[in-house]
């Protein structure tokens, strides 16, 4: 399908002027996509000489712009603006691989991100009226798509608001390469989202998963153990070796490749846990071994860290909990019990949160602090 044609200087005694076509956006958007034409006259400058030599001069111009993509017809297109959706997005996977390959973003954002690629694009493939160029990827289009998400596909505010933040990453790639002009979805408001379902759980479910996982499954009650005492997430549990531990320093290293949030850090292991490992004979494994590998146990190969949610899914069943009681519920009960024993600035620290209002979030009902002493408090007023 042609894009555009060369423009052409046509002189006569009546009037001069240039003349040139483009795609007509509104013929795309009916799907009959055909050329318009543009014509700008140079009657007004007298001297012929002149006339003549600006008129070759916008050509010249013109005709670079339209190979870079312009199209006047369209003020807020980039220069890429009419490139194919198709071949967009397929530039756009390669880019999001090429961050993968080189430790730029982490297994788990590669896959949510081209996951959520595959959803743009088999909505695009659904419509009537599809995206055929990626200046048509306007703040309408991705309102569409997010409804889609949120409506047809039942999903969650806390879902649709993750497409939304995907979709600005997307067109702040988009303009950075020329494609758009601006990030449309800068302009899009979030939903206000429900409180996780996710709880906490209390002493007495402690002991009773102890006390199941050390006669059924010890290897996963290690793992239990270990995301409990040390707040490390799944994803940087399974990312974990038994070189990052030390013995003597009581401490797991996170590195910043597996990090959340791409930093180092050292984790303390309380010696409860420690012991547990020692008896477990962890440590007769070599060292570039994963800690938790298939079965949740040592391994020269890496396990998804799926292996977490999956097995926990099974144990609750077993157990008869509700599904607010998750895998992740081990870490905010660490939290809330780190901040009962030792305070909630240590706490921060061994969660690795960027600041205590944070870790604040975790603090149930009974550890707020009141201050008896004001009780007979007369002030001045």
């Not at 003549?52 to 050509?59: L, Q």
């Not at 709880?199 to 290897?219: F, G, I, M, Q, W």
Request: hydrophobic letters at 35%; charged letters at 30%.
């Amino acid at each position: 399908m042609e894009k555009y044609r060369l423009p052409r200087f046509v002189k006569s005694k009546k009037e001069s002027y240039v003349f040139f076509y483009v795609l007509d956006p509104d013929s795309i958007l009916k799907g009959e996509p055909r050329l318009k034409r543009v014509r700008t006259k140079f009657n007004h400058i007298a001297n012929k000489k002149e006339r003549n030599d600006a008129a070759a001069r916008f050509c010249q111009e013109v005709a670079i712009k339209l190979q870079q993509g312009w199209n006047p017809l369209i003020a807020d297109t980039g220069k890429k603006g009419f490139t194919l959706i198709t071949a967009t997005l397929n530039r756009y996977e390669v880019y999001i691989k090429k961050l993968w390959k080189d430790g730029a973003i982490k297994d788990k954002t590669k896959i949510d991100y081209l996951n959520r690629l595959k959803q743009l694009i088999q909505y695009n493939e659904s419509l009537v009226e599809k995206m055929v160029y990626i200046y048509q990827f306007d703040q309408s289009y991705i309102e569409g798509f997010l409804e889609h998400i949120y409506i047809d596909r039942d999903n969650s505010a806390r879902t649709r608001n993750n497409y939304l933040r995907w979709i600005s990453s997307l067109c702040t790639y988009l303009k950075s390469n020329g494609y758009l002009n601006d990030n449309s979805a800068e302009r899009i408001t979030f939903l206000r989202e429900a409180e996780k379902k996710r709880k906490p759980l209390n002493k007495e479910e402690l002991k009773r998963l102890v006390d199941y996982l050390t006669d059924k499954n010890p290897h996963f009650l290690l793992a239990c153990m270990t995301h409990y005492y040390t707040l490390v997430r799944p994803n940087e549990l399974s990312n974990i070796r038994i070189e990052d531990i030390s013995i003597s320093e009581q401490t797991m290293f996170v590195a910043k490749e597996i990090s959340k949030n791409s930093r180092d850090a050292k984790v303390t292991m309380p010696s409860k846990l420690l012991a547990m490992m020692i008896d477990s004979r962890i440590f007769d494994s070599p060292g570039n071994y994963y800690l938790f590998g298939k079965g949740f146990t040592p391994s020269a190969e890496k396990a998804d860290s799926r292996i977490f949610r999956e097995e926990w899914s099974r144990v609750r069943q077993v157990l008869k909990w509700p599904d607010s009681y998750q895998f992740y519920s081990l870490k905010d009960t660490g939290i809330t019990d780190t901040i009962d024993q030792v305070g909630l600035t240590i706490a921060k620290d061994q969660a690795r949160h960027a600041s205590v209002q944070t870790t604040n979030k975790y603090v149930r009902k009974e550890q707020l602090i009141s201050h008896p002493e004001l009780k007979n408090y007369d002030g001045n007023m």
